[in-house]
């Protein structure tokens, strides 16, 4: 096994590559593009298809992860019986089911995401649910018929836009005349520490990376005014944002351990450059192990909810 760096500001040094780039395309996919990643992993790969496999093939420990703080979200917008809902970056779509449920048989629920994989599993889940369909397709641009929907839901799924307010105002022209909108999303990589402890377990042993955190999708909603700043000038109203902190797990230690090694802000580095697997997985099983209890290792989310009312 490589020793970590020798240096004596290498954790530091390491932590702060880390940081700045360990993000992960948790709830939803960046738009396809072939990029060159890593110098430790000379090739290039697809990184949003590989997210997106990863996330299908995970998506059972990674709802188990992520369904309380989706709740949070879905308890604010209170879907009625007979509503049409949008669900914003559905990923595998349990949202959209447990929406169909709340909606009934005279409701729809409209799941929206780009990525096929996580798709191919919400179209599996909701097979008995008539009033569920899906569609692959960016949010930001699909022609959702006007005037069609009474409220819109996102888990996650709306950090990614290129353009955000272009985003919610072909949203809020999805909506009625006062139509709702709730969703969830990440506060500061800092905050979170699903994020920040197997960074920190990890950060020794991580290759240099070469992206921007400027731009990382997952936490581009990470400050309230920006929230605030865009639902504004997209027309919405009545805007309210909560803070939520919530210890989660995605089940036993096994199971968080394979997930936090393939999903997230560490998984995102590990799924690119494979080769740290091996050199990771003692040091961030260690940390879990620190964190087990009877639900297996449990982990500080801090997340926004939000909701608003479109203004027209």
């Known amino acids: 096994m490589r020793s970590p760096p020798s240096q004596p500001d290498a954790p530091v040094r390491f932590w702060r590559i880390a940081v700045m780039t360990a993000f992960t395309q948790r709830g939803h996919c960046l738009p396809v593009k072939p990029i060159v990643i890593g110098k430790m992993e000379e090739r290039t790969l697809n990184r949003a298809d590989l997210a997106d496999r990863t996330r299908a093939e995970l998506h059972a420990p990674y709802e188990r992860q992520l369904a309380p703080l989706g709740h949070r979200a879905m308890s604010e917008l209170s879907p009625n019986l007979g509503e049409y809902i949008l669900d914003i970056g559905c990923g595998t779509g349990q949202t959209s089911v447990e929406l169909g449920e709340k909606v009934g048989s005279t409701g729809e629920v409209l799941g929206i995401d780009v990525a096929p994989a996580v798709l191919e599993?919400?179209?599996?889940?909701?097979?008995?649910?008539?009033?569920?369909?899906?569609?692959?397709?960016d949010a930001q641009v699909y022609p959702f018929e006007p005037g069609l929907y009474d409220a819109a839901f996102s888990r996650f799924g709306v950090m990614f836009f290129t353009d955000p307010v272009a985003a919610f105002i072909n949203i809020r022209r999805a909506l009625k005349a006062g139509?709702?909108?709730?969703?969830?999303?990440?506060?500061?990589?800092?905050?979170?520490?699903?994020?920040?402890?197997?960074?920190?377990?990890?950060?020794?042993?991580?290759?240099?990376?070469?992206?921007?955190?400027?731009?990382?999708?997952?936490?581009?909603f990470s400050k309230a005014d920006k929230i605030r700043d865009t639902l504004s000038a997209a027309?919405?109203?009545?805007?309210?944002?909560?803070?939520?902190?919530?210890?989660v797990g995605s089940g036993d230690l096994d199971s968080m351990l394979e997930l936090t090694l393939r999903v997230g802000s560490l998984g995102k580095i590990v799924r690119e450059n494979p080769s740290v697997r091996p050199l990771v997985l003692r040091p961030v099983k260690e940390a879990l192990v620190a964190r087990d209890g009877p639900k297996g290792p449990q982990l500080n989310a801090a997340t926004w909810v939000v909701k608003a009312r479109s203004l027209t």
Do not use: M
């Open 121 to 137: 599993v919400a179209a599996e889940k909701a097979k008995s649910c008539a009033r569920v369909r899906f569609v692959q397709a």
């Open 179 to 220: 139509g709702r909108i709730a969703f969830v999303c990440w506060r500061s990589l800092e905050e979170n520490e699903l994020d920040t402890v197997p960074l920190q377990a990890a950060c020794p042993y991580l290759p240099p990376q070469l992206e921007d955190p400027s731009s990382a999708p997952p936490f581009s």
């Open 235 to 247: 027309g919405f109203a009545g805007i309210e944002i909560s803070a939520h902190n919530e210890e």
